[in-house]
């Protein structure tokens, strides 16, 4: 982003001047790059989603001068299928990132302040400072898990990545049931992104809690980070508070592409099961890989691990990497900083990391 002078600044609102946004991974363009550092899937989505876009792609002289269908009811119903809920339990966003947003204007501008783990996805600070939402960041314990007692106050909401991030650690289906049952006035969101990877899903909560909202994405398990498709599933009460926001900003948030592309890939359930199992695989492949280098890896079910060497800074560590062409990500922050989080690449691309750790750390 450019540099901005105070005297510039006067056209900004004033609440925009505070903003202190999300920063990506970067997306860097050098030769030979190995990223392990956006938590992207190294497998291509399915053919049948290339298909899917080539097809409207056919057609584009024609169609794509229409809008699309505001509701996305096609997509909503494939999203249903796959989850066994109904199409009124479903919300579609342009990446979950938006879902996120709405869901933090529908439920969490409150009185009371909406609780997140202290280390969790830093979206979280963002939205809640964008919606000028008052939160309380509840410590990981120190294991870095989720312990539910620590939600028992007070609050005007509660927002958890199950599995966390960036930690990878997944919590069990009893304790989310535990949070929803002590918040039954208050919605309590789970955030989703990477529960294929070998998480119990609260989707199977949602028929039962009246204040459940669970967040998933396309762009982890399903290989489409480029095309920006997230979803909610909650009880058509909490979908219509969502459906209200967004047709308060965007009617037409999901494009002819996007959903073609996301509905061929919830038809193609048997190529997504196996492609998780592949990532499920090398996770556990690299995981066994980098405890043999001495790193302490945190027990992942993500596509990511979280790991730190005790005798090498973290730090200086991902900079070395990045001089050998590979990006993970690091974390300059409390209880964080001695942590490096790798996505976990195909069998090749982890390979060439631990022969490249391997070598630095000799
Ligand atoms: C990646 C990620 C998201 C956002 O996903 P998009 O659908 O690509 O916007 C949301 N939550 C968490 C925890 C994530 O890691």
Known sequence: MSTVSTEQMRFWSPSVRALEPYVPGEQPKIQNLLKLNTNENPYPPSEKVVQAVQSVLANAADVLRLYPDPDASELKQA????????????????????????????????????????????????????????????????????????????????IIA????????????????????????RVVVIDEAYVDFGAESAVSLVARYDNLVV?????????????????AIAQ???????????????????????????????????????????????????????????????????????????????????QALRGHGILVRYFNMPRINQFLRITVGTEAQNQRLLDTLKALLA
């Open 236 to 318: 058509p009460h909490l979908i219509a508070a969502l459906e209200a926001v967004k047709n308060s900003f965007n009617s037409y948030p999901i494009d002819r592409f996007a959903i073609a592309a996301a509905v061929a890939s919830f038809e193609d359930q048997a190529y997504f099961e196996a492609q998780c199992q592949k990532v499920i695989a090398c996770r556990e492949q690299l995981a066994t890989g980098l405890e043999a280098l001495g790193f302490r890896v945190l027990p992942s079910k993500a596509n990511f691990l979280f790991a730190s060497l005790a005798s090498h800074d973290a730090g200086e560590l991902a």
């Open 162 to 185: 199950n599995p966390n991030a960036p930690t990878s650690i997944a919590l069990g289906l009893s304790a989310i049931e535990k949070m929803l049952q002590a918040n039954p006035n």
């Open 79 to 158: 999203i249903a299928n796959q989850l066994h809920v109904d199409t009124q339990q479903v919300f579609v966003g342009n990446g979950s990132d938006e879902v996120l947003a709405h869901i933090f204007k529908a439920f969490f501008v409150q009185d009371l302040p909406v609780l997140h783990p202290d280390i969790s996805y830093s979206f979280y600070p963002v939205y809640s400072q964008f919606f000028e939402i008052e939160t309380r960041k509840i410590p990981l314990n120190a294991q870095f898990e989720i312990d539910v007692a620590d939600y028992q106050q007070p609050n005007g909401g509660i």
């Open 215 to 231: 967040c998933q994405t396309t762009s982890k398990s399903r290989s489409l980070a480029g095309l920006r498709v997230g979803f």
